[in-house]
């Protein structure tokens, strides 16, 4: 096993300072009053299990899965999705095949590449709205496959795949009796009141997922996996090697957030419903950025003019108008950038007016 270098998470950690920040992945960071938390919520140890059983019920009962179904996990969505592709490649040989969409999120390609497997790619085409072509993604299904992972809503362009396509593709992978993990933490944005997990596309499907995006909580690390129980189970013992136990104050807090759902979500709406509104009318009148839109979510991905580097952009904007956005290098499209709508409204505001003056600049 080599682990390689995450380009884009070493980039994101050695951030600049800036007035206006586009390029985080999430919602505006969710203040701790929201949680109502008590003094009971701030312990020191809590009973040894594969995560806290209340949790992980608050989990299950969100999702409308079994107990057994759902693991809660400290390290976000993205260990979360590592735990679970260890538990699906558990034994595979080295011809094993993996595949991943293009363009994705890097931790993504790199996890399998990482354990050595062969990845394919699933492009999923600007051309196309990002859709999936199930011809496409047929063409790619061998014997040899164990696993096919996609994000849903789509990072970086926040487009969602239907859950028809997502059951068409779970039915594809088990006739070779492999499986389809689906990293659903921007779906979250769209769940609302009535949540409708992609873990119900077939009985071979992984979701995995965090209170990150969709609700502005990423210190608390709060990630869960849910799928099939024997999958479930061995990302249980794979997780025993790794840290065998979670930490107890943010499991407490986590099903504090849980519990507190309704509000946190409001709180989150307010931000994101407007801040769509207000992306779309940008697209609108701003003919140089052609984009796919996305029906919710908090990111966008659009497509620079061909004169136009986006790492040189990145740059201008930081040195002229302290706002930054991430290049598209980072998800395989370097004619791209990606825009966070998750900040305040008047900053996402500055920040949109900002980036129409830097492609002035650079026309």
Not at 1 to 22: G, H, Q
Not at 28 to 50: F, I
Not at 186 to 205: Q, T
Request: proline letters at 6%; one cysteine or more.
């Amino acid at each position: 096993m080599k682990f390689p270098e995450l380009a884009y998470i070493d980039w994101a950690k050695s951030l600049p300072r800036v007035e206006v920040n586009l390029a985080r992945s999430g919602v505006a960071l969710c203040p701790s009053s929201l949680l109502r938390l008590t003094a009971s919520d701030l312990v020191a140890t809590l009973p040894v299990q594969y995560g806290y059983a209340p949790l992980r019920e608050a989990i299950a009962a969100r999702y409308d899965t079994r107990l057994d179904q759902a693991f809660a996990v400290s390290g976000g969505t993205t260990y979360a999705s590592w735990l679970a592709c260890l538990a699906v490649l558990d034994g595979c040989g080295p011809g094993t095949e993996v595949i991943v969409e293009r363009p994705t999120y890097e931790p993504l390609l790199k996890i399998p590449r990482a354990l050595g497997y062969r990845v394919r790619r699933l492009d999923r085409r600007f051309e196309d709205g990002y859709a999936v072509d199930l011809d496409r993604f047929a063409s790619l299904v061998t014997a040899k496959t164990r696993l096919a992972v996609v994000t849903n809503l789509h990072n970086p362009s926040g487009v969602r795949i239907p859950m028809a396509t997502l059951r068409a593709m779970a039915a594809m992978l088990a006739r070779v009796k492999a499986y389809l993990l689906v990293d659903e933490v921007y779906l979250e944005c769209l769940f609302r009141s009535r949540p409708e997990s992609c873990v119900h596309a077939g009985p071979n499907v992984l979701t995995t997922n965090s209170l990150t995006k969709a609700y502005g909580l990423d210190g608390l690390r709060a990630g869960w996996i849910l799928g099939p129980s024997a999958m479930i189970l061995g990302a249980q013992r794979i997780s025993d090697l790794m840290t065998n136990n979670s930490v107890a104050a943010g499991e407490r807090m986590a099903l504090a957030a849980f519990r507190r759902h309704r509000d946190i979500d409001r709180r989150a709406h307010g931000i994101l419903d407007p801040n769509l509104a207000r992306v779309r009318a940008f697209f609108a009148r701003e003919p140089r950025l052609r984009v796919v839109m996305p029906e919710g979510g908090n990111v966008v991905f659009p497509r620079l003019p061909a004169a136009i580097d986006s790492d040189r952009l990145v740059r201008h904007l930081v040195k002229s108008a302290s706002t930054l956005v991430v290049p598209g290098r980072f998800f395989e499209a370097p004619r791209h950038i990606r825009v966070s709508f998750g900040c305040s409204p008047p900053l996402l505001g500055r920040g949109l007016a900002n980036l129409s003056r830097a492609l002035d600049d650079l026309s």
